[in-house]
């Protein structure tokens, strides 16, 4: 009898951390942010970011795994306020690093652009420089501009810095309510709103305008001056011992599949110069010169 004690004791030793690490649940967050999350449609999750997700959740098959859906703004606060939640849609920043365990760079993306209607390019005119890009710093402080803005977004450091110089002016928009993208474009394209510019790629704003009643021809997009001509996505979760350890279990599968797999992803939402010029970035970036800080 004390011998089958000793026996059911030392199985139950085996399996109970088992069953611990495979009862963990990770809340995945991601948001209405086509064409990287499509969440209704003919692509519903087939954008890029829900293609990467499915492929890093396979990665980690001892984990429970539940889906939501927020805001940029809901997302990062779930992060500071719980210790399970993970998300494929981050950017990198200093104040974010307090709190979340980043992945290295799973995507490169082209930039950010400012995105305004035709009717609206005549007023640009004294803000473009000799490359055909927007001197934004200028344009704001004219404080002659609407722009829209998604709540919670970050756009990368450089436009970062010049929104946070003139986001008390009064005359940016910052969009809270779900459906962010889809929202500010139609804000945008709406002779009854003010906004007459917004910020964010190129391929959401073409996707959003095939997928509703205005036509593609209605907005241009320019780069921002000094801004670099793309930016990392990164996966990131609660800094918490789980958050990291999950970060830690899936860096080589980003390392194998982001010059491939990840990158068809995108490449599949991109007009062909785009993807032309993508694919000699990712070389750059990735291959050519690779920094500690992203690898």
């Known amino acids: 009898m004390k011998r089958f004690r000793f026996c059911r004791l030392m199985t139950l030793l085996v399996i109970l951390p088992a069953l611990s690490k495979a009862s963990e649940t990770i809340v995945w967050y991601s948001l209405d942010f086509s064409p990287a999350f499509i969440v209704e449609g003919q692509y519903q999750h087939q954008g890029y970011l829900d293609l990467v997700q499915k492929e890093i ?79 934004l710093d200028s344009l704001l402080g004219s404080r002659t501009f609407v722009l829209g803005l998604a709540k919670g977004r ?35 394209l709406s002779d009854k709103r003010d906004i007459e510019g917004i910020l964010g790629y190129p391929d959401e704003a073409q996707y959003v305008l095939k997928q509703s009643y205005f036509g593609n021809e209605q907005v241009v997009s320019y780069l921002v001056e000094g801004s670099p001509a793309y930016i990392l996505g990164y996966a990131g979760c609660s800094k918490s011992s789980l958050g990291q350890t999950v970060i830690g279990q899936i860096e080589s599968l980003i390392r194998e599949n982001r010059m491939g797999k990840f990158a068809a992803f995108y490449q599949q939402w991109q007009a062909q110069a785009n993807k032309s010029a993508h694919q000699q970035l990712l070389q750059h970036v990735f291959i050519d010169t690779p920094d500690e800080s992203y690898q």
């Not at 849609?89 to 490169?108: D, G, V, W």
Request: with cysteine.
């Open 57 to 135: 959740v396979k990665d980690l098959p001892t984990y429970h795994h539940v889906y939501k859906q927020g805001n940029f703004a809901r997302i990062i606060k779930e992060m500071q306020t719980n210790d399970n939640v993970c998300s494929v849609s981050l950017l990198k920043t200093p104040e974010r690093e307090q709190f979340i365990a980043y992945s290295i760079a799973h995507s490169l993306i082209l930039a950010n652009s400012l995105i305004v209607k035709k009717a609206s390019v005549e007023k640009l005119i004294p803000y473009l420089t000799s490359n055909n890009t927007v001197d």
């Open 154 to 188: 970050k756009y990368g450091a450089e436009l970062d810095a010049i929104l946070n110089k003139h986001r008390d002016n009064g005359l940016i928009y910052q969009r809270a309510s779900g459906e962010q993208s889809k929202g500010l474009i139609r804000m945008l």
